[in-house]
């Protein structure tokens, strides 16, 4: 499950991160939506006073692939506690011309402003699964073919939509994403949390890039991970590891230090790695090309 075929993709895709194309950035189409349960006493315990007064709605913006015949797949892009960076831009186009749509929503607006003031992962899985029904409601997207793919918190939170209990509780008798692809998605808080659920993944793939020298320990915790799922759950995930790589590897800017209590010593180092990049964006392409049958 989960394993990268398509070869002959990987050279489109490759041309794709180093080509500029022709003609104008694609344009997002702005959607609003609140998160499920909005208003119920449910959804003001989680987002406390985060969320404000009345009622909270949070946005993406929609991306379409100019040239793939509809219903086309997609993916909710969720972005790290930065918000909304270059990250998205990185993936935006070579996924577009692979076929598939993509949704990436802004939860950071409104919400929290840092790492001191982030809300749990879980406040954002009501969001996570309101993006998903926006996406089914839509005649350009297959319903049934949609994934879930982000940066750091935005990993973490993709890790939680994979759980059969927060399927259960968001989106009831409801099918959740196809697929997952996330990149440094702080296993060790994941892992704690998600053997104290006593939750069951739902089965479907899952892809996690990580570098050895990440400062929230994903060098020791992704491998952890992977092997906890193949012993205890009989589940195969995808790992994709960058030695001397660290978290944020594909976010294009200066090296940047943080305070951040997830990370280790309490201290966030992000530093761009451009071979890191690109390379993940030839394998998270060709996973979600093949996970989400985009043709």
């Known amino acids: 499950m989960g394993f990268i075929r398509h070869t002959g993709w990987l050279a489109v895709a490759l041309l794709a991160v180093f080509a500029l194309r022709a003609g104008a950035a694609p344009q997002g189409t702005r959607i609003e939506f ?14 406390g006073h985060h969320g404000g007064g009345g ?17 086309v797949p997609a ?15 990185l993936y935006r186009q070579p996924l577009l011309d692979a076929g598939i749509g993509i949704f990436e929503v802004d939860f950071k607006t409104g919400i929290y402003r840092g790492p001191l003031d982030r809300p749990k992962p879980d406040t954002f899985l009501p ?45 009831g008798d409801e099918k959740g994403f196809v697929a997952f692809a996330t990149f440094y998605p702080v296993c060790n808080h994941f892992i704690k949390d998600f053997e104290e659920s006593g939750s ?12 050895t020298e990440d400062s929230y320990g994903e060098g020791k915790a992704v491998p952890e991970l992977k ?33 951040d209590p997830a990370a280790n010593n309490m201290l966030g180092h992000t530093k761009w790695d451009p071979d890191a990049a690109h390379d993940s964006v030839i394998k998270v392409v060709a996973f979600l090309r093949e996970n989400l049958a985009a043709k």
């Open 34 to 47: 609140a998160p499920l349960g909005e208003g119920s006493e449910h959804s003001r315990h989680r987002l």
């Open 55 to 71: 009622t909270h709605t949070v946005y993406g913006n929609l991306y379409l692939p100019e040239k793939a015949p509809a219903p």
């Open 75 to 89: 993916i909710v892009l969720i972005h790290g506690t930065m918000g909304i960076d270059q990250r998205g831009e």
């Open 127 to 171: 969001m996570a699964f309101a993006a998903l029904k926006e996406l089914r409601k839509l005649p350009s997207i297959d319903p049934n073919r949609i994934g879930a793919m982000g940066f750091s918190l935005g990993g973490n939170i993709t890790l939680r939509t994979a759980m059969e209990s927060n399927v259960k509780e968001w989106m």
């Open 200 to 211: 069951k993944l739902t089965g479907g793939p899952i892809i996690i890039f990580y570098g």
């Open 227 to 259: 092997e906890l799922l193949a012993t205890k759950y009989n589940f195969q995930v995808t790992t994709v590891e960058y030695k001397g790589a660290t978290h944020g590897f594909n976010r294009d800017a200066a090296p940047m230090w943080y305070p």
